[in-house]
């Protein structure tokens, strides 16, 4: 129960450490850019990125001065790493359900090459999850489609 505890907490601190640096990036800086910005050691930044720690409170008020971001926008990122990592994790649970034989009732349907089911019909299961790809997706591109050049000269 307590490593539960500890595991869930680790996994809440590389939510926030992971958007932090999202946001970063966004805004056209390196982590080691955001430490020199932020008054930070780049350790600092790249232990928050792997979850190992998390800002606290003056630390985290010198990365959004140095972001010129809200609380709000940080909070955002880590929502959309937080509803990735649980979305995978269901998505790991379920792949390591007891799997039946091909073939016995119940059992997924055998896969063609071309990834649909070999009755050539693709199940209604198999549409929502291309649904929720997609949608992934596109909100995946929204928020990189105006990532500034890394390669320009900043200002």
């Not at 930070?40 to 972001?67: F, H, I, N, Q």
């Not at 359900?97 to 091909?102: Q, S």
């Not at 055998?110 to 299961?125: D, F, I, Q």
């Amino acid at each position: 129960m307590v490593t539960r505890a500890r595991s869930r907490k680790a996994d809440q601190k590389a939510d926030l450490g992971k958007a932090i640096v999202f946001l970063a990036d966004r805004s056209g800086l390196k982590q080691s850019e955001l430490a020199t910005l932020a008054g930070m050691s780049p350790k600092a930044v790249s232990s928050w990125s792997r979850g190992k720690s998390s800002p606290g409170r003056r630390a985290m008020e010198a990365v959004l001065t140095a972001l010129n971001c809200t609380e709000d926008d940080v909070e955002a990122a880590t929502t959309m790493f937080r509803e990735w990592r649980l979305k995978m994790h269901r998505q790991a649970a379920s792949n390591l359900e007891i799997k039946e034989t091909p073939g016995s009732p119940g059992a997924p349907a055998s896969r063609g090459a071309s990834g649909l089911p070999s009755s050539g019909e693709p199940s209604s299961s198999d549409d929502e999850h291309d649904r929720e790809v997609g949608r992934t997706a596109r909100k995946l591109f929204h928020l990189l489609a105006l990532a500034p050049d890394r390669k320009a000269p900043r200002p």
